[in-house]
């Protein structure tokens, strides 16, 4: 990271005319933190008032004018949604494919990564391309298809069938691969020398060095699938088998006056995610970051 | 950082000669069962649905039976079928409205967030939030602050003299706009990210040339800021493309494409033809639409990109 402050030579200013410099520093920290303040207010207010309303009885939600803190607090929101709605059991499912989702799909990505940038091989460079080829291709063009293969398979219906579609990303390999080829190669070269195999070297070497994009791939990937509504939404009919997203949906649609109860389901199924991210946040907006691009 | 020892005197011997075909065969193999377990999920799961879906739209299918080859008969119905039509409208709509608002927050928030300060990686992760929030709960809760009488939105406007604030997402006109706010509140963070990454790569030492050739700081973000972040400009406008044509959840939830077809993209004509009236062959050669005009603007992308790096 750069540092801030730089005094420059260039400007030959007398050390005397400092003071007002520095004044207009503050002057734009002030400005410059007020402006991030409103922004993230701004941001932040559809959460607030969601999790506001969770706590208001059904006809505070919308009363006029505006109430912005629920008086009296209703926690009972809280207890009575896991009675009236089959949440426990969607939280579940949803947890079971968000794990197991995310654990195959960090695995074979980065071992794919490894082939595609440590071993060279001919044809290596167009199969590479078919993958990120394919990530500009919708996934909406290509579900009905999908959806034919998976049923005749006998998989639609299962919990299987979400596992299938989110396992394999070409956007999993490749932010792998990008991170891999910022790993110096004479770190496998020497490894290489020293007897070990290419599997070891992933496993002991390439792996250990990539904490920040195996973070973030396995952030990314619990929250997409956490968050997945159209997979379920096609694949899965029976009630026992839905996902917090598509169960959600059918409890609007069954209580749709039902506001704070609305707000009470919403605010659940954001929390885990929420949790999630905020005690992987620093990799998260890092790795990101630095996985996105490069030149 | 791991250290491994390494005996600079003994430079590694060429490899012999007779043996490099050899190598090259057990370097293919090893690569390949790297690579082998992702590949047959990708291929399974991905190609193939795109090969046979150039077959389908070829064909009338209900999906009991046989799938019947019927020719161009589904794009023949394409040219006259004014729903269709309507979608592909409301799909550009939705582009041109989203990406530009898109690109416009997202880097406008990667600027104002792309200083050292106390407390940055807060207001950082504020602004990624709604990204990674449910789609549902999201459209839920807008919904409800769009609700057209006691909303909090509309309330708001009322009491700032607006006699007659929009009806949102219930009015054909303002449904669209509706959706398009939510999805740039949505969105902008991630882009965000990706700004900040390339502003984050700006050589430090252009500034300082601009500053002392006595560019002021507008100057300084035309001539130095915004070349450097072509290549991240170019990256994000091309998944942001994308991202807009396939649109589909958020509407679903929010407005089901209503009112009336006022919300209807490309995507969820797809789902209907296809997982509500059965009719698959039509549906497919609907996303073999889709298909291409996110192909061609890919590849247009490209080339124009191209064209300004000569």
Not at chain 2, 80 to 95: E, M, S, W
Not at chain 2, 170 to 197: C, D, H, K, N, Q
Not at chain 2, 200 to 205: G, K, L, M, V, Y
Not at chain 2, 225 to 247: A, D, E, G, M, N
């Amino acid at each position: 990271m750069a540092t801030v402050t730089l005094d420059r030579p260039s400007t030959n200013a007398p050390q005397l005319r400092k003071d007002p410099k520095q004044g207009r520093r503050i002057v734009a920290r002030v400005v410059l933190y007020a402006a991030m303040i409103v922004a993230a207010a701004a941001i932040m207010l559809p959460f607030f008032w969601m999790v506001t309303s969770s706590l208001k009885t059904n006809n505070q939600v919308f009363s006029v004018p505006i109430q912005w803190l629920p008086d009296p607090v209703v926690w009972g929101n809280y207890l009575d949604i896991w009675a009236k709605a089959d949440m426990l059991n969607w939280v579940k499912n949803t947890l079971i494919l968000s794990v197991s989702v995310t654990f195959l799909q960090v695995l074979t990505g980065s071992f794919a990564a490894y082939g595609f940038s440590k071993v060279r091989f001919p044809g290596r460079d167009v199969l590479f391309l078919t993958y990120v080829g394919t990530i500009a291709v919708p996934w909406q063009a290509y579900m009905i298809p999908q959806f034919i293969m998976l049923s005749k398979a006998g998989l639609s219906n299962t919990l299987w069938s979400i596992l299938a579609l989110q396992t394999f990303s070409a956007f999993g390999v490749f932010l792998m691969k990008q991170y891999y080829e910022s790993i110096p190669e004479e770190l496998s070269e020497a490894a290489r020398i020293d007897g070990l195999s290419e599997y070891s070297i992933w496993r002991k070497i390439v792996l250990p060095l990539s904490g920040p994009a195996v973070a973030t791939l396995t952030l990314l990937t619990f929250v997409n699938t956490w968050n997945d509504y159209l997979g379920p939404l096609i694949y899965l009919r029976d009630r026992d088998i839905w996902t917090i997203q598509i169960g959600l949906k059918s409890f609007v649609s069954q209580y749709n006056a039902e506001y704070a109860l609305i707000m009470t389901g919403s605010v659940i199924s954001v929390l885990p995610i929420a949790l999630i991210f905020m005690l992987g946040q620093r990799y998260f907006v890092q790795g990101i970051a630095t996985s996105g691009l490069k030149g | 950082m791991a250290t491994t020892a390494v005996d600079v005197a003994a430079a590694p011997t060429p490899p012999p000669r007779r043996n490099s075909r050899r190598l090259t065969l057990r370097r293919t193999f090893i690569g390949w069962t790297f690579i082998l377990p992702n590949f047959i999920g990708f291929a399974v799961l991905t190609l193939t649905p795109v090969v046979i879906l150039f077959y389908l739209a070829f064909t009338s299918w209900n999906a009991f039976g046989q799938a019947n080859w019927i020719g161009l008969e589904n794009f023949q119905r394409l040219i006259t079928d004014g729903t269709f039509h309507t979608a592909l409208a409301n799909t550009a709509y939705y582009a041109v409205m989203h990406i530009p608002l898109t690109l416009a927050a997202s880097l406008g928030l990667a600027l104002l967030l792309n200083h050292k300060m106390r407390g940055i990686a807060f207001f950082r992760t504020v602004a990624f939030f709604p990204y990674i929030t449910s789609i549902v709960a999201i459209a839920v809760v807008w919904n409800m602050l769009f609700s057209p009488d006691s909303g909090p939105i509309n309330q708001f406007l009322m009491a700032l003299g607006i006699d007659n604030p929009p009806g949102w997402t219930t009015s054909a006109t303002w449904s669209m706009p509706s959706i398009v706010l939510v999805s740039v509140w949505r969105e902008m963070g991630y882009y965000m990210l990706l700004f900040l990454a390339g502003l984050q790569a700006i050589p430090r030492e252009l500034y300082e040339a601009a500053r002392v050739d006595g560019a002021h700081a507008i100057q300084r973000f035309w001539n130095v800021t915004v070349p450097s972040l072509r290549p991240t400009t170019f990256f994000v406008t091309v998944i942001l493309t994308i991202q807009s044509f396939k649109i589909l959840d958020l509407i679903l939830v929010m407005t089901d494409g209503g009112p009336g077809t006022s919300t209807l993209v490309l995507a969820q004509y797809i789902y209907r033809k296809g997982f509500e009236e059965n009719d698959f062959g039509y549906a497919s050669a609907v996303a073999v639409v889709l298909f291409f005009i996110c192909l061609a603007l890919t590849v247009v992308q490209f080339l124009l990109n191209k064209r300004r790096e000569v």
